[in-house]
C-alpha cells in the first residue's frame, strides 16, 4: 500500500511556488490525490487557519508530509500542527546524561507545545539535548547527522525558545561548538557584571550583544 494512498488533499496557496511543486509531487508520487472529498490540508507550519478551512479535514504542517516521506511511515497528524502555539510540532526529542528533573522539564515542556518525546536514541528523533560531548548517544547522533539532520542541542534551546514563544534557530546552540556555551563561560570568567541582550524580531533572533556594566 501506497504512503499516503488514502490522503485526498489541499495545498494552501499561501505555500511559494517552488515547494507546493514539491510537495505536490511527494505527495502524488506516494499514491496521494487531490481530488476530494478532502482529508488534508496542508500549510506552512505556525500558519493562521481559520475555521471554516478545517472542518473534518486534518490540519497539518507541510513537515508533516516531508517526516512521513524521509522515515517511509505516515506520521500520526496530531503532531504537526499549524498552530502557532505549538511551537514544537513536528519534532521528536531525546536527551542523554541530563539530571531527572531536567528529563522532567523537557520532556513535559516538548510534549504540551506540540512534539514527542523518545527516552531511546530512536532513527524518527529530530532533536538531541546534551551538555556535554562524552555519552555514546551523543556520539551515535554526530556519526549520523549527515544522514539523519539531527539537531544535537544544548537544553539552553528548549529554554529561550519556550520565553521567546517560538522555536528559535537551532545553529547557536549546536554542537560541536554550541556559542550559548562559550557566552556562558565569558560570563564565569567576568562575573556577574556581564549582561547578554537577545532581542527578536518575528520569532527570530536578529541581534546579539553583550554588555558589560561598570
Known sequence: MS?????????????????????????????ATSAPPHTHFITLAGSHIQ????????????TWVQRSVALGKRQPEQYYSTDPTMIFSGIIACATDLSSWDLEVLSA????????????????VTHLFTLHEQSDKYQTAMHFAPDTHMFILTPHWFDD??????????????????????????????GHEIVVAIQYSAGMVYHLTIIVED
Open 161 to 190: 525558545s519556550v520565553q521567546a514563544g517560538c522555536r528559535l534557530p537551532e545553529l547557536p546552540y549546536s554542537w560541536p561548538d554550541p556559542e550559548v556555551l562559550e557566552l556562558d563561560m565569558l560570563q564565569a570568567t567576568m
Open 51 to 62: 475555521s471554516e478551512c478545517q472542518g473534518s479535514l486534518y490540519v497539518v504542517s507541510e
Open 109 to 124: 515542556g516538548i510534549t504540551s507545545l506540540g512534539g514527542q518525546w523518545r527516552t531511546a536514541l530512536t532513527h524518527d
Open 3 to 31: 504512503l499516503f494512498n488514502s490522503v485526498h488533499y489541499i495545498l494552501s496557496p499561501s505555500i511559494q511556488t517552488e515547494q507546493y511543486e514539491e510537495l505536490s509531487g511527494l505527495l502524488t508520487l506516494h499514491g
